[in-house]
């Protein structure tokens, strides 16, 4: 069964960077899209990014383009979100998840069925 584990997250100052990986066990990444997604406190969730499977589409959200970028290396059964030009307005926890139904490609979360327990990114001074 798909596990993701995230890591990478931490405290940086506003302008930093920082990358984050999701990794994978029990099967593989290659069949799936990924997304990555955050959460501040409060009750929603907030799409971020999504990679296909392949690799060849990737989408983001207004407030990350240009700023953000997600990859994917199936070899390592492992996708990354590199964040740049970091503003406190990102602190939240990232969660990466896999859409296991396939389809239409969506940064919606609940098109998304596995998920990781998350890490924590704050951006401060």
């Known amino acids: 069964q798909l596990q993701l584990v995230e890591s990478g997250g931490g405290l940086v100052q506003p302008g930093g960077s920082l990358r984050l990986s999701c990794a994978a066990s029990g099967s593989s990444l290659a069949y799936y899209t990924i997304g990555w997604f955050r959460q501040a406190p409060g009750p929603e969730r907030e799409g971020v990014s999504y990679?296909?499977?392949?690799?060849?589409?990737?989408n983001y959200a207004d407030s990350v383009k240009g700023r953000f970028t997600i990859s994917r290396d199936n070899a390592k059964n492992t996708v990354y979100l590199q964040l740049n030009s970091l503003k406190p307005d990102d602190t939240a926890v990232y969660y990466c998840?896999?859409?296991?139904?396939?389809?239409?490609?969506?940064?919606?979360?609940?098109?998304?069925?596995?998920w990781g327990q998350g890490t924590q990114v704050t951006v401060s001074s």
């Open positions: 990679i296909s499977s392949s690799g060849g589409t990737t």
């Open positions: 998840a896999a859409d296991l139904s396939g389809g239409l490609l969506s940064l919606r979360p609940s098109k998304y069925s596995r």
